[in-house]
C-alpha cells in the first residue's frame, strides 16, 4: 500500500505543477495579455487540476490491483512509479529552468530545427536523472528510491507553492479586474446621417503594399476616392502601444504599467470626446483592447468581464497548449501547435481574424440603418503572421506576406462594397491604415505603415500624396474630416521636410523604449537618429 501512496503524491505534485502552478503563474507573468482575471479562471484551473488529478489515481489505483493480483513480478507498478518520477523531475527543470531560449509567441511560425544547443542540454538533464535514479536503485534499493521519490515531489510542490504564493503577493494577480469585453454588436450598423469608419489592418507595411498596387491595376480602383500616403510614420513598432496612441495622440513612454496608460490614454482621447460632443456612438472592435475603469462606458459594443461565460474546451485547448509548449523537451515542443496565446478565443465576442470579419461582411450584407451618428474603429488581422491566407482568404499552409497583403486588400474591397450597396460609402469619412509596418527581422524597426484616408462626398481616381506624415498628426486630421474635409485638404501644414519621432523597442521586452527622430523617408530605418531619449521602466 506504501507504494501506492508513493505513486498518489507524485502524481499530486505533477498535476500541481502542470495544471495549477503554471497556468496561475501564467496569468500571473501576463496579465494584461488576457480577458479575464483570476477570479473568472481560477476555477477552470482548478477543475482541470482536479479532473486530471483523479483521473489519475483512479488510475493508478486499478494498475496497483491489477500488479498485485494478475502479475508474478509485484516490481511493475514500481517500475512505472519511478518512470513517471522521472518524468516528473525532468519535466519540472525543463519547464522551470530551460525556459530562457523560449520562442516568443507572436504568431510567427517556429524554426524547431534551429534549438539544437537546447535539444542536447535536454537530453543531457534527462539521462543525467535516469542514470541517477538507476545509481540510488542499486545503491539503496527499490523501496527506499520510491520513499525519496515522493519526499522530493513533495519538496518541489514546496518550492512551486512557495513561488506562487510570492508571486502572487508581488504582483497586481489577485486584483479584481474592472475590464471589458468587445462585442459584434452593432457592426452591422451605419448612420443615415454621418458616420466615421476606421478599418484598420494590422501589419501592412507600406512598402509592399505600394508594390502589389502599382502592379495589379484593380486594386488601385479599390481605392479609388482615396488618397494614399506611403511615406507615413508610426509612433510603435507593435500592436500593443500602437492602438490607444493612434486613438488618442498620447504616448507611452513607459511612466506607468501599461494597462494604466492605455486606459488613461483612452479616457483621456481629445478625438473621443469631439466625438461624443458631436452625438456619434462609439464602437471599437479589438480584442485585444485594455480600458479599465469607467471612461468606456462611451462604448456601445461592450459587455462586462464579470458577464462573460467561458467556452471551456476552448479555454483548455489553449491552457494545454501553453503548458506542452513550456514543459515539453524541446524536441518535442512543437507538438503543441501552439502560435500564441490565444484565450480571446474561449468567449464569445468580436474576434479579429481575418477570415471571421469576412464572413461576417458577405453574411451580413445589409446594414442596419439609425440616424445617429456613428463611429466604428475595426482591428482585422490583416498581413499578420501567420501567412495563412491566399488573396481570396481561403486558409492556406506556408503562405507568403504579399499573399497576407493581398488578402487584406480583398477584405477591404469587401468592407467598402457593402457600404457602397447600402448607399452608405459618400456620407462616411473612411480611414483604411495599418497600426505598424512589417519587418522579417523583429528587432528591425518596422515604422512605416499604410495610411489610405476618404472624406465624406468625395470621388477621384486613387490620389497619392508624398507628404511626410506622421501618426501624429492624425488626431488634427480626424477633426478635419469631422469639420467636412476631404482628403487632399487635410495635412496643410505638413512641409515637404520635417523631423519625425518614433519609440522603439523589442516586442516581449517593453519595459525598455528608444525614443528616435528622422528627417528622412519613413522606410529608411538605418537612417533613424536616437535622441537619447530612454524610456525604462
Known amino acids: ?15 500541481f505543477m502542470l495544471f ?3 497556468p496561475i503563474m501564467m496569468y500571473a507573468n501576463n496579465i494584461n495579455d488576457f480577458w479575464f482575471d483570476l477570479g473568472i479562471a481560477f476555477f477552470p484551473f482548478l477543475k482541470l487540476f482536479l479532473g ?10 486499478l494498475l496497483y490491483f491489477l500488479n498485485s493480483k494478475l502479475l508474478k513480478n509485484k516490481n511493475i507498478f514500481s517500475v512505472l512509479i519511478i518512470i513517471e518520477f522521472i518524468c516528473f523531475l525532468a519535466t519540472y527543470i525543463q519547464g522551470n529552468y530551460l525556459i530562457k531560449d523560449l520562442p516568443i509567441l507572436d504568431g510567427s511560425a517556429i524554426a524547431w530545427s534551429s534549438f539544437t544547443k537546447e535539444n542536447i542540454i535536454t537530453l543531457f538533464v534527462w539521462l543525467f536523472i535516469i542514470i541517477l535514479t538507476i545509481f540510488c536503485i542499486k545503491k539503496v534499493k527499490l523501496e527506499n528510491t520510491l520513499k525519496y521519490a515522493s ?3 513533495l519538496a518541489v510542490f514546496a518550492m512551486l507553492t512557495t513561488s506562487l504564493i510570492s508571486t502572487l503577493m508581488t504582483t497586481d494577480a489577485l486584483k479584481s479586474k474592472d475590464g471589458i469585453n468587445i462585442t459584434n ?7 443615415n446621417n454621418d458616420n466615421f469608419l476606421i478599418f484598420l489592418v494590422d501589419a501592412i507595411d507600406s512598402q509592399t503594399f505600394n508594390q502589389i498596387l502599382q502592379d495589379n491595376e484593380d486594386y488601385k480602383k479599390v481605392f479609388a476616392d482615396f488618397t494614399y500616403f506611403p511615406d507615413t510614420l508610426s509612433a510603435y513598432p507593435f500592436t500593443r502601444d500602437s492602438i490607444p496612441y493612434i486613438l488618442s495622440g498620447i504616448w507611452n513612454k513607459n511612466e506607468q504599467e501599461f494597462s494604466d496608460y492605455s486606459s488613461n490614454a483612452l479616457n483621456n482621447s481629445p478625438f473621443f470626446a469631439e466625438l461624443t460632443n458631436r452625438n456619434y456612438q462609439i464602437n471599437l472592435y479589438d480584442d485585444e483592447l485594455i480600458w479599465n475603469g469607467k471612461g468606456h462606458d462611451i462604448l456601445q459594443n461592450i459587455s ?8 471551456l474546451t476552448s479555454f483548455y485547448k489553449q491552457e494545454l497548449k501553453y503548458i506542452l509548449f513550456k514543459y515539453l523537451p524541446y524536441n518535442l515542443k512543437k507538438y503543441s501547435r501552439i502560435e500564441y496565446m490565444n484565450f480571446n478565443m474561449s468567449i464569445e465576442k468580436f474576434r479579429w481574424n481575418n477570415d471571421l470579419i469576412y464572413e461576417n461582411l458577405k453574411d451580413n450584407q445589409t446594414l442596419r440603418k439609425v440616424n445617429k451618428n456613428q463611429f466604428q474603429f475595426v482591428h482585422a488581422e490583416g498581413g499578420h503572421v501567420p501567412f495563412d491566407y491566399d488573396k481570396d482568404l481561403n486558409k492556406i499552409e506556408n503562405g507568403t506576406y504579399g499573399q497576407k497583403v493581398e488578402a487584406s486588400i480583398t477584405l477591404i474591397k469587401t468592407y467598402l462594397e457593402r457600404l457602397k450597396d447600402n448607399n452608405s460609402y459618400d456620407n462616411s469619412n473612411i480611414i483604411i491604415m495599418a497600426d505598424h509596418g512589417f519587418a522579417f527581422d523583429l528587432i528591425d524597426p518596422r515604422f512605416n505603415p499604410i495610411l489610405l484616408i476618404k472624406g465624406k462626398n468625395e470621388h477621384h481616381d486613387l490620389e497619392i500624396s508624398n507628404l511626410p506624415i506622421s501618426y501624429e498628426d492624425l488626431q488634427s486630421a480626424y477633426i478635419d474630416l469631422l469639420d467636412n474635409k476631404k482628403s487632399d485638404e487635410l495635412f496643410a501644414n505638413i512641409p515637404e521636410k520635417r523631423t519625425r519621432k518614433l519609440i522603439w523597442y523589442i516586442y516581449g521586452r517593453e519595459n525598455h523604449m528608444v525614443e528616435f527622430e528622422t528627417n528622412d523617408k519613413a522606410y529608411e530605418s538605418n537612417k533613424y537618429k536616437a535622441t537619447g531619449n530612454i524610456y525604462d521602466r
Open 304 to 311: 462586462s468581464i464579470k458577464n462573460s461565460n467561458i467556452d
Open 151 to 153: 519526499f522530493l515531489s
Open 20 to 22: 495549477l502552478y503554471e
Open 52 to 61: 486530471i488529478f483523479i483521473i489519475g489515481v483512479l488510475l493508478l489505483t
Open 1 to 15: 500500500m506504501k507504494k501506492l501512496i508513493y505513486s498518489y503524491i507524485i502524481t499530486f505534485a505533477l498535476c
Open 185 to 191: 454588436e452593432n457592426l452591422d450598423t451605419i448612420s
